[in-house]
């Protein structure tokens, strides 16, 4: 009876772990299959923070860990599978004649090899011996899991030899479990990292793949794969994708595109390989728990040596124009999206084109739908007012600096004072006037080239603010320690305007130079120096920093030296010149550096209204600041200004004078 009964079971192919047991049970005898008792009591009260688990249903190997949730028993992990070795191959996998007189060396065979040595025996060719099982099988987390560590297997085994039907079969197991009916299936899975480990499986399977000279194009639902050989001679290389998503009633497009300039930098008949997948960015985010949700497809690339930058466009799922987008490259050792892979060049409402750069720890590329809205009308209301307070302070200062230059620049301290003065309001005008020029635009994806270059001048002229104020400092340093008259006034303008201008362009040439060809120069979503990727706004943060510092301390210098200039002496009047110009730098310094403070804030956490609101503020008040401490406050200015508004009250009285003795006594004619 117990050979009849095992027979039985062979010959209607019921390979299900219930029918094992049942084999083993009657070779065995009048033996009992007992199922496990979970641990806990699933179905009794629910006391907060317990746990238990319970076996899966009969059949299916497994058990289902539950915690004790808002009195509820939430279910936290699954393990439930019905793949297993003795079922993943199919009916062709199994004979009559593999089974001798004792079956328990069969089963203890098969349980010795793992399901990855066992394909690789029966068809290594081809891989296809378990696809059909797979296929058949329900996508359970347990059996996720299962195909998840064959297919990781599979890519670790296989070294090389990867040809189209083995990249078939393979696509075939990986699209079964990135169907969009198995996503919520992944968050129950206890390794988490299996979302992850199947994109570095399937990219690394995909690095191994040899085309023979020819394309291929291997579409699925939710994966698909092409790869062509490339040529120098090409005018370009694109792979285009279309693919239904999970939550949309249509297909969302994609590409990879490689231009003719990079094709160049490939070797002789080099090849590019791409895959697309449409649900493993919501894959990702559920089985990591992240709250970063993809816009768009994902698109792998594994491109030839030598490939520097590759191109992609992405059409937006979410198509809001109220959601700021950002590009990004999946981190292979640090699972995670990664903005410093790309850049964004260009976008509107429908799609996203991103310029990204492949390599060993990037091969995975996508766009991310910011949970945070674009600035709100009141901030930039603030912004916009803020910024015309400070342009009509500067102004004012600059008309004022023009009506008294004479009267106030008669020595030499003074002249260079003023030179400092004029230069600072100059360069905050010129920057404020740039600031509202790349506020106005709409950012690096529509209007590339004039974003550049209003980056470029802000950048330079927000600089110059702070050389020259640098310049100051130097001015008076050099007055304490040295002596005024020992250089010509024309050797020290020459010096101060090498500083302010010379120091500042060079830093922003070089800045543009370095980071505008691999699309590192601006942030995405604003005409500003780039963080994320190349770093690019500590081209102005250290030098700003660094001089607040140095002005600082110089002021201590200065308030340390003059105490020892007695009244009367010959150096008294210079040192309440110098004293005038420490006054103004220990005013306009702190403020300087406490505006850019908040700057910087506002890029590290660019959701704080707070510190953008502040930072719009403060940066209205340099204008108004430098016009008040650095021009009405000033004495010799204010006296001058009164001289000059005495003269006109003085001439227009002589002149209303001479107007009425002309009316009172009119010139006679010739009779």
């Not at 910024?387 to 106030?408: H, K, M, N, P, R």
């Not at 004029?422 to 404020?432: C, F, K």
């Not at 105490?563 to 220990?586: C, D, H, L, P, Y």
């Amino acid at each position: 009876m117990p050979r009849t009964l095992l027979l039985c079971c062979w010959l209607f192919l019921l390979p299900t772990e219930s029918c094992r047991r049942l084999c083993q049970a009657a070779s065995k005898g009048q033996e009992k299959v007992v199922p496990t008792r979970p641990r806990g009591v699933c179905d009794g009260a629910c006391v907060e923070d317990s746990h238990c688990s319970q076996v899966c249903p009969p059949g299916i190997e497994g058990s289902m860990g539950f915690a004790c949730r808002n009195e509820r028993w939430l279910k936290l992990t699954d393990t439930c599978r019905t793949l297993n070795a003795f079922n993943i191959f199919g009916e062709s996998s199994y004979s009559i004649s593999q089974f001798g007189e004792d079956e328990k060396v069969y089963y203890h065979l098969v349980r010795s090899k793992t399901i990855t040595e066992m394909l690789m025996e029966r068809c290594p060719t081809d891989l296809s011996c378990v696809t059909w099982s797979i296929q058949q099988s329900p996508r359970i987390p347990g059996n996720i899991a299962v195909i998840v560590e064959l297919l990781h297997n599979i890519s670790t085994v296989l070294q090389a030899g990867v040809d189209e039907p083995k990249m078939q079969s393979y696509s075939t197991m990986a699209n079964h479990i990135l169907n969009s009916q198995s996503i919520s299936n992944w968050t129950f899975i206890p390794d988490r990292n299996s979302s992850r480990v199947l994109l570095h499986s399937v990219n690394s399977f995909a690095r191994k793949l040899s085309l023979s000279g020819h394309p291929i194009d291997i579409p699925d639902a939710f994966i698909h794969t092409r790869g062509s050989v490339l040529s120098a001679d090409d005018p370009g290389k694109n792979f285009t994708f279309s693919m239904r998503v999970p939550d949309a009633d249509r297909e969302v497009s994609g590409r990879v595109l490689i231009r003719r300039g990079e094709l160049r930098k490939a070797p002789a008949r080099a090849q590019a390989i791409s895959i697309a997948f449409s649900t493993l960015g919501a894959i990702l985010q559920a089985s990591l728990l992240e709250n970063l949700t993809t816009n768009g497809l994902v698109l792998s690339v594994i491109p030839p040596k030598g490939l520097k930058g590759i191109s992609l466009i992405f059409e937006k799922i979410n198509k809001s124009a109220e959601r700021k987008t950002q590009c990004v490259g999946w981190h292979s050792l640090e699972s995670r999206w990664d903005p410093q892979a790309c850049s964004v060049l260009e976008e509107n409402t429908q799609q996203a084109v991103c310029r990204c750069r492949p390599s060993s720890l990037f091969t995975s590329f996508s766009i991310l739908m910011s949970p945070h809205g674009l600035a709100s009308p009141a901030l930039l209301y603030v912004t916009y007012v803020g910024l015309g307070i400070s342009i009509c302070s500067l102004l004012i200062c600059l008309s004022i600096e023009a009506l008294v230059w004479g009267q106030v620049t008669k020595t030499e301290i003074s002249y260079l004072r003023h030179v400092c003065i004029v230069n600072v309001a100059a360069t905050l005008l010129m920057a404020d006037v740039w600031f509202f020029v790349a506020a106005f635009l709409s950012g690096p994806r529509r209007h590339h080239s004039a974003c550049v270059a209003a980056t470029f001048f802000v950048h330079f002229f927000y600089l110059s603010v702070f050389f020259w104020m640098l310049a100051k400092a130097l001015l008076i340093l050099y007055g304490i320690l040295v002596v005024f008259h020992t250089l010509p006034k024309s050797a020290l303008v020459a010096s101060l305007f090498s500083v302010g201008y010379g120091c500042p362009l060079i830093i922003a040439v070089i800045t543009v130079a370095i980071t505008e060809p691999i699309y590192g120069y601006l942030r995405p979503e604003a005409c500003w120096l780039n963080w994320d990727m190349t770093k690019a706004l500590l081209a102005f943060v250290v030098p700003a920093l660094a001089i607040v510092v140095i002005n600082l301390i110089t002021v201590t210098l200065v308030i340390v030296r003059t105490q020892q200039a007695a009244v009367g002496s010959t150096m008294f009047q210079e040192v309440r010149a110098i004293m005038r110009i420490s006054k103004n730098i220990a005013v306009l310094t702190p403020l300087l550096g406490l505006t850019w403070g908040f700057g910087i804030a506002t890029v590290i956490n660019d959701r704080s209204v707070a510190f953008h609101t502040i930072f719009s503020l403060l940066n209205a008040l340099q204008g108004f600041f430098i016009l008040v401490f650095g021009t009405l406050l000033d004495p010799k200015i204010r006296e001058a200004v009164k001289g000059r508004v005495t003269s006109v009250k003085w001439i227009s009285r002589i002149s209303e004078n001479v107007s009425s003795e002309f009316s009172c006594h009119p010139a006679k004619g010739p009779s």
